[in-house]
Structures are given as C-alpha cells and as structure tokens.
C-alpha cells in the first residue's frame, strides 16, 4: 500500500518581505485576484484587469446581456473593497463535489483578515472571539498557538438577489503571538446541510496556519 503525496502550490507572496502569517488551502480553491479587483482606476494592477476583462465583454452580446455582465462585475468589485475595508487581505472561491450527497459542485468563499484587538493572552481572546453569537463552539490547541472554533447560520435577504435562502459561515480565530492582532479564517456557503464537512475543512486549514515562516 503506498501513501498519497500532498502537494502544496506556492503562491509568489510566500516570500514577500512583508508577509506575518502563512496558510494552506486544500485543492479545489482559486484565489481571486484582490489588488487587482480593488486597484484604483490608474494603478498598474487596475490596468491588467481591464485588460483581461476587456476580452469577456467584447464576446458578450450588446445590449441587455452586456449591461448585466458589467453590474455583476461592478457588484462584485464593491463587495470586494468592502471586505478590504474589514481587513481582507485573501479570499478564494471553492468548488467540491458533494460526494457525500447527490454528487453536485458546491460552491463556498473563503477569506484571511486581520483584525486589530486591546492586548490580551491569546487564549483569552481566542475564546472571546467566539464567545458571542457562534454555534458548536470548540477551543483548539493548535501549532500556531490557541485558537477557537464556532459557526453562524444566516438568513439571506430577498433584496439581495442571491438564489438561496440561508448561508452557513464558519469562523476560525487565532490570535497573533503580538497580542494586538487576531487573524479571521471565514468559510461561507451555502450547502448548510453539508456543515460538518465545512468545519472539518477550515479547522484543517487554521490546523496549518503559521506565524513563522515553515520555508526557512
């Protein structure tokens, strides 16, 4: 019997000078392109994405169809600015087939902040963080430090236009060994039912969250 290799894909800002904590995603992730998608209108980034997206419109048909993909496009850039604005600093689109169901693509969206706290042993905060408003709370020892674990189940506004009902979002929290920070691992989707699957996944993902670099 032989063992399955895992295999990591490393992203160019593994390396970066400015780079404080490190994470893996499983396969089935893509990552979206945040500073181009929030650049402002004369910044280089801005510039390669209109050059990518121009390509996409001209094959859409005039008229309605074009004027839809153009407010989708627009809808998703302010939701993206607005998750900056929150502390975003990566997000992914997944896609999994329900193997456990009927075999259909799942979608999901997972997104790293950081968000700035008052000064407190970690432990502390990792259970504050979760304290309030969470379902199925658990406290996690893990190799970046402690940690907490806990899940929110939401209902969707009609006006949002979105084409389901409820989303499940689950929330991971680890405080950072500095005191005054607190990364936020955010798994959302909609495939409620499938809750136990999404929490083993995010518990993996902070499972392999480092605030050392684990290349040197």
């Known amino acids: 019997m032989t063992e399955d290799q895992v ?17 893996a995603l499983p396969a089935g992730f893509t990552t979206l392109p945040l ?17 990518a997206v121009e390509p996409l ?11 839809q993909l153009v407010g989708q496009l627009a809808s998703a ?33 997972f997104a790293f902040r950081w968000q700035e706290i008052s000064r407190s042993p970690r432990h502390l905060t990792a259970a ?9 709370i658990e406290v996690l020892d893990l190799p970046c430090g402690p940690a907490a674990l806990g899940d929110t189940t939401m209902t969707v506004a009609p006006d949002l236009g979105l ?6 979002q689950v929330h991971a929290y680890l405080p950072h060994p500095d005191g005054c920070r607190l990364v936020v691992l955010t798994l959302t989707t909609a495939a409620v039912n499938r809750r136990a699957h999404y929490r083993a996944m995010l518990r993996d993902v902070a499972e392999h969250v480092s605030f050392e670099n684990p290349l040197v």
């Open 77 to 109: 850039q302010r939701m993206l600015l607005a998750l900056r604005q929150e502390g975003v600093v990566h997000c992914s689109l997944g896609l999994h087939r329900d193997d456990a169901g009927d075999g259909r693509v799942l979608t999901s969206f």
């Open 35 to 51: 500073d181009a998608l929030t650049a402002p209108p004369d910044h280089p980034d801005a510039t390669r994405l209109r050059d």
């Open 163 to 168: 084409p389901v009902k409820r989303l499940l």
């Open 128 to 136: 504050r963080a979760v304290a309030t408003g969470h379902d199925r």
């Open 7 to 23: 295999t990591y894909i490393l992203s160019d800002s593994v390396t970066a000078p400015d780079r404080e904590a490190w994470f």
């Open 57 to 67: 419109l001209a094959a859409a048909p005039e008229g309605v169809v074009r004027e």
